[in-house]
């Protein structure tokens, strides 16, 4: 009897269906606003960006968006979270007014990133930022995060895009129409570009939005600032078999 007590009790065990499900990934929305005022110049920093949760991947899905944010301010600083960026940023804009009282206009530091594309194995956040710290205009940028759904994990170039050789060919003809660049004479012939020894090149901002696949050129990184950005949309079946889905 002894036995057979013991194998019901097994059988129940493995048999037992599951009452647990693993969640989906789900997104809300953090903010974060700091503002100071030196007379009635205000310098403000905003910041906008998607919290995941629900999975095991929102973890370090949360962690790599902070500190691409971060990267905003910690280019000539010494780190630390985003409300210490936030106060040395707007310090510094304070004693900046006190050394030159006259000079006009406001310091602005704006990060908006959101969702801009999820499939079930990929997911991609686009952050776009705004600043200016006087000057003779603001500057402006877009960047791609782009995460491998499941685990969480950042995906680089290379696992994004399979073929390079093959993406930077369509990517330059459809530079080339962008730009209305007559057929006859090379980009760098063209006059209007940024173009290296090394040839025609992917932006820094590649990634996904609304079921496309994207490729960014900010201001500055292939032309001059009057240029503006050239972003370069493909159908995922335009590229289907070198890019990622």
């Known amino acids: 009897m002894r036995y ?3 194998g019901i009790l097994a059988l129940g065990a493995c048999t037992q269906p599951k009452t647990v499900e693993e ?3 789900e997104f809300s929305t953090k903010t974060y606003e700091k503002e100071v005022c030196v007379e009635e110049d205000c310098s403000k920093v905003s910041v906008s960006y998607p919290w995941a949760s629900g999975s095991p991947a929102s973890k370090n899905i949360n962690s790599e968006i902070e500190k691409q944010i971060l990267r905003y301010f910690t280019a000539d600083s010494v780190g630390g979270d ?3 960026n936030a106060t040395r940023y707007l310090n510094s804009y304070q004693e900046f007014k006190a050394e030159f009282p006259d000079a006009p206009g406001a310091w602005t530091e704006e990060i908006e990133a959101q969702v801009s594309y999820e499939s079930e ?3 991609s956040i686009q952050i776009d930022e705004f ?3 006087g000057g003779a205009h603001p500057n402006s940028s877009q960047y791609f995060l782009n995460f491998d759904k499941t685990t969480g994990e950042l995906l680089s170039r290379d696992q994004v895009i399979f ?3 093959k993406m930077l060919m369509l990517a330059q003809m459809e530079f080339r129409k962008f730009h209305q660049v007559e057929d006859s004479i090379t980009l ?3 006059g209007r570009f940024f173009i290296p020894e090394t040839g025609f090149f992917l932006p820094n901002a590649i990634g ?3 079921g496309k696949f994207i490729l960014s050129y900010i201001p500055y990184e292939i032309g001059p600032y009057v240029l503006g950005y050239t972003e370069l949309e493909f159908a995922m079946k335009e590229v289907k078999g070198f890019v990622r889905e």
Request: proline share 0%; charged share 40%; hydrophobic share 35%.
């Open 208 to 210: 996904y939005r609304k």
């Open 121 to 123: 194995n990929t997911l």
């Open 4 to 6: 057979i007590l013991i």
């Open 131 to 133: 600043n200016f710290s």
């Open 163 to 165: 073929d390079r050789d």
């Open 82 to 84: 985003l409300e210490q």
């Open 188 to 190: 760098e012939e063209d």
């Open 23 to 25: 969640k989906a990934l």
